[in-house]
């Protein structure tokens, strides 16, 4: 990973936020595209219920990776002199803008071109090649855009397959070597995608039980484990090695929080989502 999607990732990461901006940038000259944006942009409280709060929550845990062990295993391997904080903060800022990015290029379009807000993610596919087919080499353009994006799938599949990979390291007593433990992580994944390719209906409820269930419930128990069941040396040493970003007082708020706070609000919103309130 580090000689290989890594260093490919930071040369051609930059190459897809330039053609994203680019994109934007069409996509607000279209006639029409002023629509999308007040349809993105403008709030409407009246449409804001629980099942939506879930939803929202759940697509946070699955775009910042929470709640599924992928921030536990890289955090594993992060360097003692990293800043954890700094990391956090920087990657939720940044995935913010870039998701801030993608809407204000679909949204316009979707309105522009005259297809269906609410037809849901395979949009993408649909409104992106209409809109490169009105850039500048258009067919050059659609290659290297989605070349791009395949390389960015593809660093988030690796990132999520670690997970698996380094449990089944740990759990055969590192009697697997880890290219057997791809391999059989790669068997199981190829198997459930071959699955939900001839069965839609799985994909959507593969979807549904992971981005509204299980990660939120993962969420809740990381939670309420750092927060109880994690010796108290454990969090004050990361928390300590912020070199004075989290101060005594912080700790004891961000120990609170954990312990009350976040699993009082995700149970609240899980129940609503499923009816009982």
């Given at each position: 990973m580090n000689k290989g999607i890594e260093k490919l990732s930071k040369?051609?990461?930059?190459?897809?936020?330039?053609?994203?901006?680019?994109?934007?940038?069409?996509?607000?000259?279209?006639?029409?595209?002023?629509?999308?944006?007040?349809?993105?942009?403008?709030?409407?409280?009246?449409?804001?219920?629980?099942?939506?709060?879930?939803?929202?929550?759940?697509?946070?845990?699955?775009?910042?990776?929470?709640?599924?062990?992928?921030?536990?295993?890289?955090?594993?391997?992060?360097?003692k002199n990293q800043s954890v904080t700094r990391t956090s903060i920087e990657v939720i800022i940044?995935?913010?803008?870039?998701?801030?990015?993608?809407?204000?290029?679909?949204?316009?379009?979707?309105?522009?071109?005259?297809?269906?807000?609410?037809?849901?993610?395979?949009?993408?596919?649909?409104?992106?090649?209409?809109?490169?087919?009105?850039?500048?080499?258009?067919?050059?353009?659609?290659?290297?855009?989605?070349?791009?994006?395949?390389?960015?799938?593809?660093?988030?599949?690796?990132?999520l397959m670690e997970v698996a990979v380094a449990f089944i390291c740990e759990a055969s007593g590192d009697k697997l070597k880890r290219h057997q433990s791809v391999l059989i992580s790669s068997v199981v994944i190829v198997a459930l995608i071959l699955l939900c390719t001839f069965v839609p209906l799985l994909f959507d409820g593969f979807d549904e039980v992971t981005a509204c269930i299980m990660m939120p419930l993962g969420a809740l128990g990381m939670?309420?484990?750092?927060?109880?069941?994690?010796?108290?040396?454990?969090?004050?040493?990361?928390?300590?090695?912020?070199?004075?970003?989290?101060?005594?007082w912080a700790r004891k708020i961000y120990i609170a929080a954990l312990r009350f706070l976040v699993p009082a609000a995700i149970i609240i919103i899980f129940l609503n989502s499923l009816g009982v309130f």
């Open positions: 040369i051609l990461m930059p190459m897809l936020l330039i053609m994203m901006l680019l994109m934007a940038g069409r996509v607000l000259m279209l006639d029409g595209s002023n629509v999308g944006m007040r349809f993105f942009f403008e709030l409407d409280f009246s449409k804001i219920t629980p099942r939506v709060i879930m939803e929202a929550m759940g697509q946070c845990f699955f775009s910042l990776s929470i709640g599924m062990g992928a921030l536990i295993t890289y955090g594993a391997y992060m360097p940044l995935d913010t803008l870039v998701a801030i990015l993608a809407g204000v290029i679909i949204f316009p379009a979707v309105f522009a071109f005259g297809f269906n807000p609410a037809e849901g993610p395979q949009l993408v596919f649909v409104v992106l090649p209409a809109i490169l087919e009105q850039m500048s080499f258009s067919w050059f353009s659609s290659v290297l855009f989605f070349a791009l994006l395949c390389i960015a799938a593809l660093t988030s599949t690796i990132s939670s309420l484990f750092v927060g109880w069941a994690l010796p108290k040396s454990g969090t004050k040493g990361v928390l300590y090695a912020e070199k004075g970003i989290i101060k005594r």
